[in-house]
């Protein structure tokens, strides 16, 4: 792969649960990202239409919102974002969308995609992203044709490159094993994703493939690097892919400013034994300077993350 994020870089990140593994070290790293927009999504028609969504700033209506018992859902969006007060489930839905649109013109930034399954629920013809725990029988379950999703997401990418020619997309398939359909559906699965991909990736030069798929089913074939469930990658897993991605996707000078601010969390995450004494004041008035420091020279001085350990660090 091409190095496509630097100390620049912003980041959207939209996909499966995988991708809030990788979207959280992409935060710590202090990376600028918005981090699914739209929470947690599996099947790339839906993720393409959001994505669509965002490119023509097209805001959730009032009138998409669905009741069901005492909750409003969105069927584009994860249920994290449902609630009870219908205004507050529109704002926070808008609010998150504002976010991420903004990021799609910056000069810098790369569209992370992480698919999750090829397997997507129909309501009334329509692919939804949650089924928000209605009666299975309003729904049908598809298998994603690997025309239609190529189709899909051609027509996605050509969007994005006209509203913004220098974008970075990097499409990845998440390693985790869908089983509830059984293995022979999973697989049929994964391999139209992976096949989906390499796809895209021919199909523009702005567009990479990141084989996390590959690396835990190839690489990790061991169950030590699983849940017990023997079928999420566990933490030890999630690292190992997470040192690769940064590897292959950050550049050097990037690369080098994580060898440093490695360091400088640890510092930042030290609990002494015996705080309020002269030697931890001291300890954390330094660290605080050391961070300050970091984050003038390398423009991050509002990084969410890095603010909350200055807090920490004043608090404590």
Same mark, same amino acid.
């Given at each position: 792969?091409?190095?496509?994020?630097?100390?620049?870089?912003?980041?959207?990140?939209?996909?499966?649960?995988?991708?809030?593994?990788?979207?959280?070290?992409? &935060?710590?790293?202090?990376v600028?990202l918005?981090?699914?927009?739209f929470?947690?999504?599996?099947?790339?028609?839906?993720?393409?239409?959001?994505?669509?969504?965002?490119?023509?700033?097209?805001?959730?209506?009032?009138?998409?919102?669905?009741?069901?018992?005492?909750?409003?859902?969105?069927?584009?969006?994860?249920?994290?974002?449902?609630?009870?007060?219908?205004?507050?489930?529109?704002?926070?839905?808008?609010?998150?969308?504002?976010?991420?649109?903004g990021? *799609?013109?910056n000069?810098?930034?790369?569209?992370?995609?992480?698919?999750?399954?090829?397997?997507?629920? /129909?309501?009334?013809?329509?692919?939804?992203?949650?089924?928000?725990?209605?009666?299975?029988?309003?729904?049908?379950?598809?298998?994603?044709?690997?025309?239609?999703?190529?189709?899909?997401?051609?027509?996605?990418?050509?969007?994005?490159?006209? *509203?913004?020619?220098?974008?970075?997309?990097?499409?990845?398939?998440?390693?985790?094993?869908?089983?509830?359909?059984?293995?022979?559906?999973?697989?049929?699965?994964?391999?139209?994703?992976?096949?989906?991909?390499?796809?895209?990736?021919?199909?523009?030069?702005?567009?990479?493939?990141?084989?996390?798929?590959?690396?835990?089913?190839?690489?990790?074939?061991?169950?030590r690097?699983?849940?017990?469930?023997? %079928?999420?990658?566990n &933490?030890?897993?999630v690292?190992?892919?997470?040192?690769?991605?940064?590897?292959?996707?950050?550049?050097?000078?990037?690369q080098?400013?994580? /060898?440093?601010?490695?360091?400088?969390?640890?510092?930042?995450?030290?609990?002494?034994?015996?705080?309020?004494?002269?030697?931890?004041?001291?300890?954390?008035?330094? %660290?605080?300077?050391?961070?300050?420091?970091f984050?003038?020279?390398?423009?991050?001085?509002?990084?969410?993350?890095?603010?909350?350990?200055?807090? /920490?660090?004043?608090?404590g």
């Open positions: 792969m091409t190095p496509v994020i630097n100390v620049k870089s912003n980041v959207l990140l939209m996909g499966s649960c995988f991708a809030e593994h990788i979207g959280r070290r992409l &935060e710590h790293a202090l600028h918005e981090l699914n927009p929470g947690v999504l599996y099947n790339p028609i839906t993720i393409a239409e959001n994505l669509q969504r965002l490119i023509k700033n097209e805001l959730i209506r009032e009138d998409e919102l669905v009741l069901k018992g005492e909750l409003y859902h969105s069927w584009a969006h994860h249920g994290r974002f449902s609630g009870s007060d219908k205004a507050e489930v529109l704002a926070s839905m808008n609010d998150r969308f504002f976010g991420a649109n990021l *799609l013109t000069e810098h930034v790369t569209v992370l995609v992480t698919f999750g399954s090829a397997l997507a629920f /129909k309501k009334q013809g329509h692919i939804v992203a949650n089924c928000h725990k209605y009666p299975s029988t309003e729904f049908e379950q598809v298998l994603l044709p690997l025309d239609e999703m190529i189709e899909e997401w051609q027509a996605t990418l050509d969007m994005l490159l006209s *509203l913004n020619e220098t974008v970075n997309v990097v499409f990845t398939v998440s390693p985790v094993r869908y089983l509830k359909d059984g293995l022979i559906q999973n697989t049929r699965s994964k391999s139209r994703l992976v096949e989906l991909c390499h796809t895209l990736a021919e199909y523009s030069k702005n567009v990479q493939y990141f084989p996390a798929y590959e690396i835990v089913t190839d690489e990790l074939r061991d169950y690097f699983f849940e017990t469930d023997m %079928t999420h990658p &933490e030890m897993a690292e190992y892919v997470w040192q690769r991605f940064v590897e292959t996707s950050f550049d050097g000078d990037l080098e400013m994580q /060898k440093e601010w490695k360091h400088l969390e640890r510092a930042a995450l030290h609990r002494s034994f015996h705080p309020g004494t002269n030697e931890d004041l001291a300890f954390k008035e330094s %660290t605080l300077q050391r961070l300050n420091a984050a003038l020279a390398y423009s991050v001085e509002e990084n969410k993350y890095l603010l909350e350990l200055k807090k /920490k660090l004043n608090d």
